[in-house]
């Protein structure tokens, strides 16, 4: 193949001023020799995004298939705009297989130069675009029961050892950077970034960069690892589920699942870090960028730098474990998670959520929690992977490994403060609705580190209940406020939940078996009294020391000497969290006690409730008659109770609820030692005893001069639906509201119908009922309202008074505009076509025989208004 010499002058002119990878890629080519040219640094043009072809200036009989045959053509002009849109082309005409088999091959057989201005291009087109509009492979909703093809080839192509692993180290050993803007991330980064204050992780250090003259924005300069794993993190935030994946498990997606593999690949429980797959195995890591030296920033405080730039420097000779090089990549893939996915809540912003008025800056959603709680488990047991010997701080020595230090500082450096914060606003702004589970489940797994401990926890002689080890007293300890506070806000959303609902009972049954596990609440109690305990020597404001460690030093002289003071640790550990001036509730203290009773009343009160919801609707569908259920008598409108979900679900689902209740209640009292006299005692007094009838009393009142007047506990049970009131509607039973089994322009239309025969022929409706026959008792059975006059009306607030109202006899046709008579209509229809009845003989039918019931009806009728004389 020859190519004209015209040609190629204009196609070597063209790649000279279209190699950059064009705006938005954001990427900065590394420092090169001064005798090389950087031909992509000015871009004057850009290539058309729809190219069907690498070259389509060339005459038509030199045709290339794929970017290598471009290359291996043309080797002295390789170019990475001729990568870049080659592979933009494939992404619109190539199904997803076979571009991910192009990929393969582009990473292997390119090198860094060429790959790095694809780079920004791939990870955007995989993970999204920052700004939610490009979904990129969705990754949230694909699963492999649903698309076995294309998730096992994402899933390899993503691997922690696969493919798009391999292009990241390849350019990291080039120590390529690129651009991340700072908008993107999460409200408290972003502010303290634009501020010029420099954000308290390590991660931001020496990465900030201010835009030139007329530039847009700050920046980060990130490597490539750190690249792909800030685009993999916020795309859990960033992407929108579509509108077909509200029904789709998290734990099957391929995100959770990939959430998993890098978890386990980078923060290992056995053996060490596996090295790069690209990189020499002795070669340097990569420096930071040094950061830009005009920036004016005020730090928080002292701040910590990389772990493996500290322990390195502190030691004399090399460690000989090739991992230990590595510990990079564990600290960052963890700092990645836990500013993306926790740090949208600083201190301060916590204290103005405070208030009731304060607007909510983010809200994560049921999935966001389901994988933070993912990594809290892996994370517990990483640290809980260390040997025995290495887990107490005294055991710190110059020849302890980093990944052995790593796991010691991972979660009380990285996780805790974090944590606690988006733990704080989610049970302040959580709906009251089950949903609340998977909060709550990420709270109790992070609170027992011991369940994911290799050894075995202690079991008692009934093998039921098992025993907390004093181990875990340091863990409680530092730890205290997210046992005592966050239980004190639990319990605040529990006195506002149904627990007459299964799942809100099991909530309250989850967070009792926790906490009343053995030696468990001695713990806390022993925390809290270390924290109560008056200072005498301590000075007020050291107890910051403990969250500002020094710069000076390794590795090891980042974390403070121990402290043999053990109310010391506590009390640091309270204000770090919550400030200097905090107001600490002790959870074993009266103001939480009367929470825990009135707690328990509720459970006690939810139990009854349940049980009677239960007993009346098995009262009601035995009673109720055949007819009903064909929509010629009228439905009950004034039940005793509200709608719940014990309705749908039956009488397991009450069983369900007593049982959970029952041993939430249990559990409570051994944590609180509260005595059976008190529990019967509170019983009494919160009026939970059935009356004569076995349905439910009033709502809690109390007896005021104008009457009934409700106390706090009564508007909760209003609210919740745990009583109610005996109100009925005792108006015109014709102007009832529409009833959602009703059609309403059908009802609409038969009341305009009704209404007209009623003033029509009111005068000879009134002259039938009159009658003293029986002509005169069937037309007042159908024509008059029963129990109209003499009618009490009934008030909660007064004495029911009797109003005499009458109304002349007339027709009402409102239950043909029932869903349910209708249905019966036409199943009776249907029915007699069975049989060779047609709809003339069925309708005629049907009428006689609502006549032989309306005839028998009549005739009770009049034998109870007898009786009654």
Known sequence: MTVPAASLNFLRSCLRSSASPGPGLGVSAPARPAEEPRAWAAPSCHLPARLTHPVPWFPR????????EVTMAFPHLQQPSFLLASLKADSINKPFAQRCQDLVKVIEDFPAKELHAIFPWLVESIFGSLDGVLIGWNLRCLQGRVSPVEYSIAMEFLDPGGPMMKLVYK??????????????LPGPVKASIQEHVLPDSPLYHNKVQFPATGGLGLNLALNPFEYYMFFFALSLITQKPLPGALHVRTSDCAYFILVDRYLSWFLPTEGSVLPPLSSSPGGPSPSPAPRTPTMPFASYGLHHTSLLKRHISHQTSVNADPASHEIWRSET?????????LHHYSLEMYQKMQSPHAKESFTPT?????VVRLLIKHLHAFSNSLKPEQVSPSTHSHATSPLEEFKRAAVPRFVQQKLYLFLQHCFGHWPLDASFRAVLE?????????????EKQTQSSDGQARCVSERWVPFVQENLLMYTKLFVGFLSRALRTDLVSPKNALMVFRVAKVFSQPNLAEMIQKGEQLFLEPELVIPHRQHRLFTAPTLTGSFLSSWPPAVTDTSFKVKSHVYSLEGQDCKYTPMFGPEVRTLVLRLAQLITQAKQTAKSISDQCGESTASRPFLSWLGFCLSDTNSSYAANDLDDMGQDSVRKTDEYLEKALEYLCQMFRLSEAQLAQLTLALGTTQDENGKKQL???????????LTPLGRYQIINGLRKFD??????SELQPIRSYEIASLVRLLFRLSSTINHRFA??????????DFLGSFCRYHLMEPGLANKHLLSPVGQGRVVNRARGPRLSLRFLGSYRTLLSLLLAFFVASLFCIGPLPCALLLVLGYFLYAAAMTLLTEQGKLHQL
């Not at 893939?333 to 996915?341: R, S």
């Not at 109100?727 to 015109?732: P, T």
């Not at 005068?763 to 003293?772: D, N, P, T, V």
């Open 699 to 709: 709502p809690d009142c109390i007896v005021g001069e104008d009457g009934l007047i």
């Open 61 to 68: 009989t030199a045709i290339f298939n794929s970017p290598r």
């Open 333 to 341: 893939l963890l700092q990645v998670f836990v500013e993306m996915w």
């Open 727 to 732: 109100i009925e509607y005792q108006g015109d």
């Open 442 to 454: 990420m709270w109790l797994s992070y609170l027992q580190p011991w369940r994911y401990a290799p």
């Open 763 to 772: 005068g000879q409706m009134a002259a039938l009922c009159s009658r003293a």
């Open 171 to 184: 350019l990291q050993a080039e120590d390529y950077k690129f651009d991340f803007p700072v908008s993107y």
């Open 366 to 370: 049921e999935e966001h929690v389901l």
